[in-house]
């Protein structure tokens, strides 16, 4: 079984700043992947970030990207620039790559608030 | 928006009471997934469905059960509430089984009293 761990329940950045929030895992898949997803007072998901673990380039999506050491098992988020709207809870969350029945194992979360 | 609406948005049931939760997938997504987020807590898978049949399950007792009908919306069916099952319950949609394309609707909340 696969277990993620977010060990910042809380973080808080000013505005204009740059936060890094961190995320390890458990795995004895080789296959898999690996997402940040944000969810604002709205409750909805947002996919903010996914990497796939057979990549060794770190993804990147304009102000977010991600630090992914596989060896260690450690999968951090970075926000640069941080905008009052990335106020959000993020989850980090691990999938198998196997194509069979998929799910995505979520951590417990980190909740950030953007200061102005 | 994703596409993916859920119904309803909040509803209160009495313990050993039974639910229906409702969830329409975005157009073309023919694989639906079903979490449980407890309060302060990250979603836990409940279970997966691909083209009507169930794909994957997680650690729920029998009483939790799904269908997907053949416009691929889905039901969650929870039997025997119990006070613990008070959570948001989400639904995703993807256009595959697998779903690292999943789209995320808001959300059910059930509260259990």
């Known amino acids: 079984a696969q277990t993620v761990t977010q060990s910042q329940p809380e973080m808080s950045v000013q505005e204009a700043e740059t936060v890094t929030l961190s995320c390890t895992y458990d795995?004895?898949?080789?296959?898999?992947?690996l997402f940040w997803y944000k969810q604002p007072p709205s409750r909805q998901m947002i996919l903010v970030i996914r990497?796939?673990?057979?990549?060794?380039q770190n993804a990147t999506e304009n102000r977010f990207s991600v630090n992914f050491q596989k060896a260690a098992k450690s999968f951090s988020l970075k926000i640069s620039d941080s905008q009052l709207g990335d106020t959000a809870m993020y989850f980090c969350?691990?999938?198998?790559?196997?194509?069979?029945?998929?799910?995505?194992?979520f951590g417990g979360g980190t909740r950030l608030m953007v200061k102005p | 928006e994703t596409g993916v609406t859920q119904s309803p948005t909040h509803l209160i049931k009495t313990r050993g009471q039974q639910v229906t939760l409702r969830c329409s997938s975005q157009?073309?997504?023919?694989?639906v997934s079903w979490y449980q987020q407890a309060l302060g807590q990250g979603p836990q898978f409940i279970f997966q469905?691909?083209?009507?049949?169930?794909?994957g399950r997680g650690n729920f007792p029998p009483r939790f059960s799904g269908l997907q009908f053949p416009n691929y919306s889905s039901e969650l069916n929870v039997n025997a509430l119990e006070l613990d099952d008070s959570a948001l319950y989400l639904c995703?949609?993807?256009?595959?089984?697998?779903?690292?394309?999943?789209?995320f609707g808001q959300g059910t909340r059930l509260t259990v009293v």
């Open positions: 990497q796939e673990a057979y990549k060794q």
């Open positions: 469905y691909y083209r009507e049949e169930e794909n």
């Open positions: 969350a691990f999938m198998k790559g196997n194509n069979a029945g998929n799910m995505l194992t």
């Open positions: 995703a949609s993807s256009p595959k089984r697998m779903n690292t394309e999943a789209f």
């Open positions: 157009s073309g997504h023919n694989t």
């Open positions: 795995t004895s898949e080789n296959n898999y992947y």
